[in-house]
């Protein structure tokens, strides 16, 4: 059974930085595509970023690029996301997922992704 778990979720000041985890279990040995997708109040889940281990390179959406970073800790099987810089408006409730097929194209689209985990709640002060 697949299990995403994140964590590291919190409240941070406005150009302060904050590392979110994302624990995956019933995965192991698989070539898998993994994202960050985030979700304000009012608004749509939207794409952060993605990885696809093992060989992929990770790809950003434009409001995020330069100042957060994926990667991956295999041994461990967990992805991580490092942000920095913060802004008000990456506050958000930010979710794991997984994906098993998922294609290149389909990457940043919520729909390639098979599993997800529950969200974390990352709060950006000005």
């Known amino acids: 059974q697949v299990q995403l778990v994140e964590s590291g979720g919190g409240l941070v000041q406005a150009g302060g930085s904050l590392r979110l985890s994302c624990a995956a279990s019933g995965l192991t040995g698989m070539r898998i595509a993994m994202g960050w997708f985030r979700q304000a109040p009012g608004k749509e889940r939207e794409f952060v970023a993605a990885g696809r281990w093992p060989g992929g390179s990770p790809s950003y959406a434009e409001s995020v690029k330069g100042r957060f970073t994926i990667s991956r800790d295999s041994a461990k099987n967990t992805v991580y996301l490092q942000m920095s810089s913060l802004k008000p408006e990456d506050t958000a409730v930010y979710y794991c997922?997984?994906?098993?097929?998922?294609?290149?194209?389909?990457?940043?689209?919520?729909?390639?992704?098979?599993?997800w985990g529950q969200g974390t709640q990352v709060t950006v002060s000005s």
């Open positions: 997922a997984a994906g098993l097929t998922t294609i290149l194209s389909m990457m940043s689209n919520p729909g390639g992704y098979n599993y």
